[in-house]
Structure formats: structure tokens, C-alpha cells
């Protein structure tokens, strides 16, 4: 699921990359009164059940970081890579 720091959600042949734009539809779905076809629709899957997967796939703990932590730990997680090299 994980591949150097890149979180990917398997669904069907489909391999979705977890960033901030993702967590936006995310939180969208979790906060409001969002359908799983209209999950599927903006994330590009082709019906409610590939939706449906997607979100039984997901670890728990993705749905509830905030887009903004996603990318302050992106962030950080590339000053270790880079300190890392560096040594």
C-alpha cells in the first residue's frame, strides 16, 4: 500500500496516490451528506462499488488527518530523504 512514503489505495486494476486533493474529497464524503456515486464521480472511479472499495481499503487513520498535516508530513518526510542522502 505503501511505496517510499506514498500512500496508494488499491481498487480493482486502480492504484489511487493519497495527496491533499484526495483528503479533500475524503473529507467531503465524511462530512457531509455525500453519496458513494458521487464519491465515485469525483474521484474518477467508474461506479459505487469501486467507491465503495476505495473506502473499505483505506486505513482509518487517513480519514482523519486534516489535507494541511498530509502535506506537512509530505513535507517532512522529503527533509529526512534529503538529510538522510546527505550522511
Known sequence: MSEA???????GEKEI???????EILRRYRTTEM???Q?????GLESWE??????????AWILS??????KTMSRMKGVKE????EK
Not at 512514503?5 to 481498487?11: D, E, H, N, Q, Y
Not at 496516490?17 to 483528503?23: G, S, Y
Not at 469501486?50 to 486505513?59: L, S
Not at 488527518?65 to 498530509?70: A, D, G, R, T
Open 5 to 11: 512514503g506514498v500512500f496508494k489505495v488499491t481498487v
Open 17 to 23: 496516490v493519497i495527496d491533499e486533493k484526495i483528503l
Open 35 to 37: 453519496s458513494l456515486d
Open 39 to 43: 464519491l465515485a464521480a469525483a474521484l
Open 50 to 59: 469501486e467507491a465503495y472499495e476505495f473506502v473499505k481499503n483505506i486505513p
Open 65 to 70: 488527518i486534516e489535507p494541511s498535516q498530509w
Open 82 to 85: 534529503e538529510m538522510a542522502v
